[in-house]
């Protein structure tokens, strides 16, 4: 079973910083992307950032400059840093992923979301 389990959520205040982790496990074979999505109650997950298995990197236009979405050296994990963060950056912070496993699956794997608060 493929799993994602986000960490490092939290409160900070408006101007601060935090540094989200994904890490994957499970029969994983190769990643074709991860990501970062967000959610805040009544509206659509969106896309913050997301990274390739080619390295291509794509951001929302909110958070360019202010986030950088990165690979760990094992590969099999993920991060999202976020300086400046502002009010609206609160929501639940989602790591997805887009891989292959050693069964020959394809599969669309989302973690549980972890919580970013910001205050004004």
């Known amino acids: 079973q493929v799993q994602l389990v986000e960490s490092g959520g939290g409160l900070v205040q408006a101007g601060g910083s935090l540094r989200l982790s994904c890490a994957a496990s499970?029969?994983?074979?190769?990643?074709?992307?991860m990501a970062w999505y967000r959610q805040t109650p009544g509206k659509q997950r969106e896309l913050v950032a997301a990274?390739?298995?080619?390295?291509?990197?794509d951001y929302a236009e909110s958070v360019k400059g202010r986030f950088t979405i990165s690979r760990g050296n094992a590969e099999n994990s993920v991060y999202l840093q976020m300086n400046s963060l502002k009010p609206e950056d609160t929501a639940v912070y989602y790591c997805?992923?887009?891989?292959?496993?050693?069964?020959?699956?394809?599969?669309?794997?989302w973690g549980q979301g972890t919580l970013v608060t910001v205050s004004s």
């Open positions: 499970g029969s994983i074979l190769s990643f074709n992307t």
């Open positions: 990274i390739s298995n080619r390295g291509i990197i």
């Open positions: 997805n992923s887009v891989l292959s496993t050693h069964l020959g699956r394809y599969l669309d794997v």
